[in-house]
């Protein structure tokens, strides 16, 4: 069965410091991944996409994420967070229906 | 766009009372989901359409809820009789599907209905 694994299920971090959202997948074809964040009391907002060509995908609001097939893993990173960036995030797999990752809570600290 | 439209955005409802949600995809977009996020569970996948037909309802809890999508622009979630267990956040989201240009199995999400069964 294809899935993802969040890693962390809360990330404490302090404004300007970077942060780092591990996911792992697995799947024995084509994928594709998603990281979408959720403000609090809002919908889900789509962070960046991986569909093919470079690993190395950028998103919305300085976030990036680096697919890596070796280690089946698509990680997000951010080099400096704002209070702003405390929401949860949702690593996905999606073969026309989203499977979601647990989520990873970020809390951005002054 | 307006973008994924949902209504109502909170609902307060007492058990055995029939509930419905209703959502407006973006114009255009071929495929509609319902999701269920709950603390417990996370996100849950309940039902999707392809071009208004139904085309996996595995993930519907059971028979109290029905999903339907009369025409390209709405489409509504009902539960019947509601219970507590139902308390959670609704979404309703859609995509433009395969080769649209705009994104690939992207799927973009409404504001989500918060519903509450006493």
Known sequence: AQSVTQLDSQVPVFEEAPVELRCNYSSSVSVYLFWYVQYPNQGLQLLLKYLSGSTLVKGINGFEAEFNKSQTSFHLRKPSVHISDTAEYFCAFNDYKLSFGAGTTVTVRA | ?118
């Not at chain 2, 989901?33 to 071009?51: A, D, H, K, V």
């Not at chain 2, 519907?60 to 339907?68: L, V």
């Not at chain 2, 009369?70 to 989201?93: G, H, M």
């Open chain 2, 1 to 118: 766009d307006a973008g994924v439209i949902q209504s109502p955005r909170h609902e307060v409802t007492e058990m055995g009372q029939e509930v419905t949600l209703r959502c407006k995809p973006i114009s255009g977009h071929d495929y509609l989901f319902w999701y269920r996020q709950t603390m417990m569970r996370g996100l849950e996948l309940l039902i999707y359409f392809n071009n208004n037909v139904p085309i996996d309802d595995s993930g519907m809890p059971e028979d109290r809820f029905s999903a339907k999508m009369p025409n390209a622009s709405f489409s509504t979630l009902k539960i019947q009789p509601s219970e507590p267990r139902d308390s959670a956040v609704y979404f309703c989201a859609s995509s433009p599907g395969l080769g649209s240009g705009t994104g690939f199995y992207e799927q973009y999400f409404g504001p989500g209905t918060r519903l509450t069964v006493t």
